[in-house]
């Protein structure tokens, strides 16, 4: 096994970086295949394999314990993989030089509390190597960004837990990263906090900066993510982008004096019965107008017309929850997603 | 090893030793410290004029036990500044945000080491070379090597500081700094143990300091400092008889360290610290 500390060192990056810079900035931010750790026993990552696009915003979700810290640790050589391998930024995990490049918030932030917020992101200028002459830039637009300009000559020990969390993520953007790695940003953050951070996001993915956030908010991913992995008991059990997940809506209609509604309705998604509701899945866009039509036409009278869209937190659930078994073989067995129907 | 990340990192800790007064505090003490010395020494010099080689052999003595005393501050301090300098740091979250940097868990180590000997091994000499001023200034008295006294009191320092900083990487500071004051203690006996041994021509005894300065070389400093505090060659000859009894105190050193010790000790921080490393990288976060 890999010392955990310096996995794979800079050398390999610099061999890599100094010979083949085109591929490096052609891959894929993050590729990592059948990534597994244990702590003795205990399974942490059964086998990762998922790829992150450069440029995207990716969620990594999963319910408490799912693996996910674990992962980030994996992919930024904080912890080195008990089997499997995985290319961050085109580079091994742990390359020195490529933690230049990346953008990190831990899920346990702490910083120096003794040092004023301006000089936490002074020392982080530092450890990054950038280039002195850009520190107050660097420093004074990652004040800004987070909120904390007016505060930035106080002690980081007088700061609530939100503001020191709106720190950790203006270290995470110094030096204008390629891909930024924010496990539980908003944890600490109150609404406005929240609001701040999906904002930042958006303008990270404006910037194409690729974002892998970690969370298990189903909500703040559902509204800033591209595409998602969903991870559980150590493995990836789904991954599906957010368009397809609004593509897979559906429409309830209220219809009466149409026996075979069903049989009608079948034509343009997947029909059931809800009662006295006729549900219509995965129907296609610009098509309800049409399905109402067709209705209408074979003698049914139609009393409401309700528009119904998958949320990411159904999905969640229905993997998670639904199918505990196809769950299971997914953590045993690494990547083979429980449902593979739900894959981009 | 990256030389400009653990420069950073001993940057880091000297700010933070300035800045959390940890300094300020230590110079306070060592004034009011010197300060009440330097009037028992002086009082010391009035009922006993400094004559014979016997008085200077007493004034030795009463400087060899401040300078045990102090050896014991420095190892606290030293235990105390070492022993959070690592563990907590990665059970708190401190240091993911910092290594996720381009920074070894060496690098971490090595810069948390050398910020905390420059602090230690500055404040003994400063410490050390006041407290020598102010008893030559009342006294008069003038060791046979009192330059080189204050280096080993900061080497002996180093050696602990080191091992409370090794043992941080894996165990609770409490743990970790106890085991150096533990250890300072223990070494400490095992020398005072050879020296018996040396004196009764006893092999067990000799050899179980020849263990304790093997697996922890404090005391083989201690020795050198406190025969760098000791009366010249000739006030101890002309001392004659009077001087023999001194030779059995365990606050005296008839002769300094050999040369091939002070390697050893050299040695066994570099060991020790490459032990750290290792320990440190099969740590996970």
């Given amino acids: 096994m890999a010392s955990a500390g310096d996995a794979s060192g800079a050398s390999g990056a610099a061999a890599q970086g100094g010979t083949m810079p085109s591929p490096a900035t052609q891959a894929p931010a993050i590729e990592t295949s059948e990534l597994r750790k244990q702590f003795g026993r205990i399974v942490a990552l059964a086998g990762l394999t998922m790829t992150v696009r450069r440029g995207e915003v990716f969620g990594f979700l999963g319910p408490n314990g799912a693996g996910k810290t674990t992962a980030v640790k994996l992919l930024l050589g904080l912890s080195a993989p008990t089997a499997g391998a995985g290319r961050v930024l085109g580079a091994p995990l742990g390359d020195l030089a490529t933690r230049q490049r990346i953008g990190y918030l831990p899920e346990l932030f702490r910083y120096q509390g003794w040092m004023t917020a301006r000089e936490v992101l002074a020392l982080h200028c530092e450890l990054a190597h950038l280039p002195r002459p850009s520190w107050p830039g660097e420093i004074a637009e990652s004040l800004a960004l987070v909120g904390l300009a007016d505060r930035s000559n106080d002690r980081v020990e007088t700061f609530s837990k939100g503001m020191a969390q709106r720190l950790g993520l ?175 | 090893m990256n030389r400009g990340a653990i420069l950073v990192i001993a940057r880091l800790t000297l700010r933070e030793a300035f800045r959390r007064r940890l300094l300020w505090a230590l110079v306070g003490l060592t004034l009011l410290l010197v300060a009440v010395t330097g009037w028992l020494f002086g009082k010391a010099a009035e009922v006993t004029p400094l004559e014979g080689g016997a008085q200077q052999l007493i004034l030795s003595q009463l400087l060899v036990m401040i300078a045990f005393m102090f050896s014991f501050v420095l190892t606290m301090t030293a235990a105390f500044a070492a022993s959070p300098a690592i563990g907590p740091e990665i059970e708190n979250g401190l240091l993911l945000a910092v290594l996720a940097r381009p920074v070894r868990r060496s690098d971490v180590l090595l810069g948390r080491w050398l910020g905390l000997a420059l602090v230690v091994v500055a404040y003994a000499l400063a410490a050390g070379y006041l407290e020598l001023a102010v ?151």
């Avoid at chain 1, 209705?295 to 659930?317: I, K």
């Avoid at chain 2, 500081?161 to 043992?167: D, E, S, Y």
């Fill in chain 2, 135 to 285: 008893v030559r200034l009342m006294t008069g008295y003038l060791p046979i090597d009192p330059l080189v006294a204050p280096v080993y009191l900061a080497g002996e320092t180093l050696i602990l500081l080191t091992l409370a900083l090794v043992f941080s990487t894996r165990i609770a500071p409490v743990a970790s700094g106890s085991i150096a004051v533990v250890g300072f203690g223990l070494a400490w006996m095992g020398g005072i143990a050879g020296g018996i041994g040396d004196y009764l021509n006893n092999d067990t005894l000799r050899n179980a300091g020849t263990i304790a300065h093997l697996v922890l070389p404090s005391d083989t400093l201690w020795r050198g400092a406190m025969f760098a505090l000791e009366p010249p060659p000739d006030v101890l000859a002309a001392a004659g008889s009077q001087a023999r009894i001194f030779t059995v105190s365990p606050f005296f050193a008839g002769t300094p360290p050999p040369l091939p010790w002070l390697a050893w000790s050299a040695a066994w921080i570099v060991a020790t610290l490459a032990i750290g490393i290792l320990l440190l990288r099969r740590r996970e976060l």
């Fill in chain 1, 170 to 344: 203006g270290v995470a953007l110094l030096g204008k990263p390629d891909l930024v790695v924010l496990d539980e940003p908003t944890s600490a953050l109150d609404p406005v906090g929240r609001q701040d951070v999906r904002e930042i996001i958006g303008s990270l993915r404006a910037r194409g900066v690729t974002v892998f956030l970690n969370s298990h908010l189903l909500t703040e991913v559902e509204r800033v993510c591209d595409r998602v992995a969903i991870v559980d008991r150590g493995g990836v059990v789904a991954e599906l982008g957010m368009a397809e997940l609004v593509r897979e809506s559906g429409v309830r209609v209220l219809v009466t004096g149409l026996p075979d509604a069903g049989a009608i309705a079948g034509r343009f998604g997947q029909a059931r019965l809800d009662g006295e509701w006729l549900v219509v899945d995965s129907i296609a866009d610009g098509k309800v107008p049409a399905l109402v039509a067709e209705l209408v036409s074979h003698g049914g009278a139609v009393h409401a017309v309700v528009p119904e869209r998958h949320t990411l937190e159904e999905r969640f659930l229905s993997l998670l929850g639904a199918a505990p078994d196809e769950a299971a073989e997914g953590a045993r067995d690494v990547a083979v997603p429980a449902s593979p129907e739900l894959r981009p």
